[in-house]
C-alpha cells in the first residue's frame, strides 16, 4: 500500500509536458565541507527524447575527483533513467552503477536487485527532475532515488523559499527540506523559480558536518 501510495503521490506532481524544459544546461557550484573547498561541474543536454546529464566534482585542487553519469529516457512525467554510474578516481572500491529494467520493472544496482517503482530516480537525475514537477499548491513531495548501491524513498516539504544572492545572481527560490530527525542526515535544497534548478544545497551529517552547495555559473540554451 505504501509503494502504490509513493507511485500516485510522484504522478500528481509531475508536469504533463516536458517542452518547456532547456535544450542544454551547464550548471556550476562552489562547493565547501569541512574547510575543503571545490567545483562541481554539470552539464544536461537533451536530444529529442533522450538526455544526458555529467557531473564531475574536484576538491584539493583537484586531488579528489568524482565523475557521475545519468542517461535515460525523457517522457510526459520527465526524466526516466537507464543508466547511472559513479566513479571516484583512484578508489575504484567506490564506484557504482545502476542499470534501470523499465519494462521488467527492475532495478539492478552493484550489489541488489530491487524492484523498479515509477517515478524512481538516481542521484544525478533527481536534481533535474525538480524541473519537471507542478509544485503549485504541493506542500509535500516523496520518491525514490538510487545511488547505485541502495534504492531510498525521499521525503520532502516544500513551502517559498527565501531571495537567494549567489554568485550566479539573485534568485527566487522554492525551498525543499527532508524534515531530517536528530541523528539523521539533513537535506535542504532551494530551486531558482524560472527552471526549479538547484541554485543552494546544504547537506547536514549526523555528526554535524556540513555539505554546502552554492550556484556560481548557469548557462542555458533553448
Not at 542517461?71 to 564506484?95: N, S
Request: with cysteine.
Amino acid at each position: 500500500m505504501k509503494w502504490f501510495s509513493l507511485c500516485l503521490s510522484w504522478f500528481m506532481f509531475c508536469a504533463t509536458a516536458h517542452a518547456a524544459a532547456p535544450g542544454s544546461i551547464e550548471a556550476r557550484y562552489q562547493l565547501s565541507k569541512n574547510g575543503m573547498t571545490g567545483e562541481v561541474v554539470e552539464t544536461y543536454s537533451q536530444n529529442g527524447n533522450h538526455y544526458t546529464l555529467a557531473s564531475t566534482t574536484t576538491l584539493l585542487g583537484g586531488f579528489i575527483r568524482i565523475s557521475v553519469t545519468s542517461r535515460g529516457l525523457i517522457d510526459k512525467q520527465g526524466l526516466r533513467p537507464q543508466h547511472f554510474e559513479y566513479q571516484f578516481r583512484g578508489r575504484p572500491d567506490k564506484d557504482r552503477t545502476a542499470e534501470f529494467d523499465w519494462n521488467a520493472q527492475q532495478l539492478t544496482l552493484t550489489h541488489q536487485t530491487p524492484p523498479l517503482a515509477p517515478g524512481t530516480q538516481d542521484r544525478l537525475s533527481a536534481m533535474y527532475q525538480f524541473m519537471f514537477i507542478n509544485f503549485e499548491g504541493r506542500r509535500e513531495l516523496d520518491f525514490f532515488m538510487t545511488d547505485g548501491n541502495k534504492l531510498d524513498n525521499y521525503h520532502y516539504a516544500v513551502s517559498p523559499g527565501a531571495r537567494l544572492d549567489t554568485p550566479a545572481g539573485k534568485f527566487d527560490s522554492l525551498y525543499l527540506d527532508n524534515l531530517g530527525k536528530p541523528g539523521e542526515s539533513h537535506t535542504e535544497i532551494w530551486l531558482e523559480s524560472k527552471y526549479q534548478l538547484p541554485c543552494k544545497m546544504v547537506v547536514t551529517d549526523a555528526n554535524g558536518d556540513q555539505l554546502t552547495q552554492i550556484l556560481s555559473s548557469l548557462k542555458i540554451l533553448p
